[in-house]
Structure formats: structure tokens, C-alpha cells
């Protein structure tokens, strides 16, 4: 597509439910990233794909947090057992190695309640 | 390890006046990129700004411009001729190697919060 997408775009949620956040990223771009950003704060990351493995997963939470990529495209980020600290809106970025440029998602704003 | 430091958490500039944002930077590997980007309320990231690690000369992107300096580890955007339209978050960011090879990390600075007054 012309850009990354990520859906859905807002979500909310009852504490201890599951959600599956996903993103589709820039045909093409072999790197995929999913990054966190809570109300007023900066990105912190989470996950990085290139293709479908996951060079460093080092910035997932706990163990609640997964993610997957599929055939080198969609990437689902899924979060169990939600919590009330997991509230904030979840980035993803796709870019073409040697990675030089970003593009990033509208973002899915999660509200746990 | 890799790290940003944006020390400004919110900056004032009148509108037609230049402003600097301050970014510091951390790592141990020679091989990098900076890079700068906003964010208005809307919530979208634009990109605004690269500069690489072996680059010359400093990055400028119309009013955008990077005042690179390597020993001291700083990668400063200076906006000129700042506009109403400006006023946003501003996100410093830098892309190092992890492991080795070809993977790679961006990580970001809490970012500074520019407010362009009339």
C-alpha cells in the first residue's frame, strides 16, 4: 500500500481481556518495528522484525506481549491478560534496509478499562 | 548501550524567529544515523531529517537543518523561520547496529515540546 496501516485505529478494552493490534506495512519494506508511546511520553520501543524473525525483541514488556510477522508483510502484535499500565498508543514503522527512512502508522490508541 | 537525551522538554519561539532543539547521543558503534522527526497533536510521526555518521556536511531540509557535531555527540535541529504550523513535539532518534550485522535499533529521546507564538 501507499503507506502503513495499522488497525484498529482506537480500541478499548476490559482489563484481562486479549487484543490483537495489526499492522500492515509498506510493500516492500523488509524491516517492520512496533513501538509504544504512553500519554506525553516518548516512543519506547518493542519489537523489530527483518522478513519474518525478530532480531531483537529486548523492549516487550513481559510475557503478555508477542508478536509475530507473517510471509514478510502483516505483522500482529498481541497483548493477553491486559492491564491498565498496557493503556497508550502502539506505532508501527516500516523502512527498506540499509535503513535510512521511517514511515510510521496512524498508531491503534488502546484504552484498558 | 544506545541512548537519546533531549534535555528541553518544552521550548518558546516567536513566529519569523529561529529556534534550536538540543539532542546529545550515545553509542559505541562508529556506523549510525540521527534522525528528527515531528509530531503534532494529530498524533502522526513525520520524518524531517538524517543525518549519517560518515556525512560530511550537515543535513539541511529547507528550514530544517542539523547541526551535526560529532566529537561532542550532539545532533541539534535548528528551525528557521519558525511558523504557527511548527508548534508540535519534536522527536530526536538514532538508528545504530544490535548484535552486529545488518540489524538495526531506533531508539528515541522523550522528545521537546515546541510552542510558536504569534
Known amino acids: 500500500g501507499a503507506g502503513v496501516s495499522q488497525s484498529p485505529s482506537n480500541k478499548v478494552t476490559e482489563k484481562g481481556k486479549d487484543v490483537e493490534l495489526r499492522c500492515d506495512p509498506i510493500?516492500?519494506?523488509?524491516?517492520l518495528y512496533w513501538y509504544r508511546q504512553s500519554l506525553g511520553q516518548g516512543l519506547e520501543f518493542l519489537i523489530y522484525?527483518?522478513?519474518?524473525?525478530?532480531?531483537?525483541k529486548s523492549g516487550l514488556p513481559s510475557d503478555r506481549f508477542s508478536a509475530e510477522r507473517t510471509g514478510g508483510s502483516v505483522s500482529t502484535l498481541t497483548i493477553q491478560r491486559t492491564q491498565q499500565e498496557d493503556s497508550a498508543v502502539y506505532l508501527c514503522?516500516?523502512?527498506?534496509?540499509?535503513?535510512?527512512?521511517?514511515?510510521f502508522g496512524s498508531g491503534t490508541r488502546l484504552t484498558v478499562v | 548501550a544506545q541512548k537519546i537525551t533531549q534535555t528541553q522538554p518544552g521550548m518558546f519561539v516567536q513566529e519569523k524567529e529561529a529556534v534550536t532543539l538540543d539532542c546529545t547521543y550515545d553509542?559505541?558503534?562508529?556506523?549510525?544515523?540521527l534522525f528528527w522527526y515531528k509530531q503534532p497533536s494529530s498524533g502522526e510521526m513525520i520524518f524531517l531529517i538524517y543525518?549519517?555518521?560518515?556525512?560530511?556536511q550537515n543535513a539541511t531540509e529547507g528550514r530544517y537543518s542539523l547541526n551535526f557535531q560529532k566529537a561532542r555527540k550532539s545532533a541539534n535541529l535548528v528551525i528557521s523561520a519558525s511558523q504557527l504550523g511548527d508548534s508540535a513535539m519534536y522527536f530526536c532518534?538514532?538508528?545504530?547496529?544490535?548484535?552486529?550485522?545488518?540489524?538495526?535499533?531506533?531508539?528515541f529521546g522523550k522528545g521537546t515540546l515546541l510552542t510558536v507564538n504569534p
Open positions: 514503522a516500516s523502512s527498506l534496509p540499509p535503513d535510512r527512512g521511517y514511515t
Open positions: 510493500s516492500g519494506h523488509t524491516a
Open positions: 522484525f527483518q522478513g519474518n524473525s525478530a532480531p531483537d
Open positions: 553509542t559505541s558503534d562508529p556506523s549510525y544515523g
Open positions: 543525518q549519517g555518521s560518515y556525512d560530511q
Open positions: 532518534a538514532m538508528r545504530a547496529p544490535v548484535g552486529g550485522g545488518s540489524n538495526y535499533k531506533l531508539t
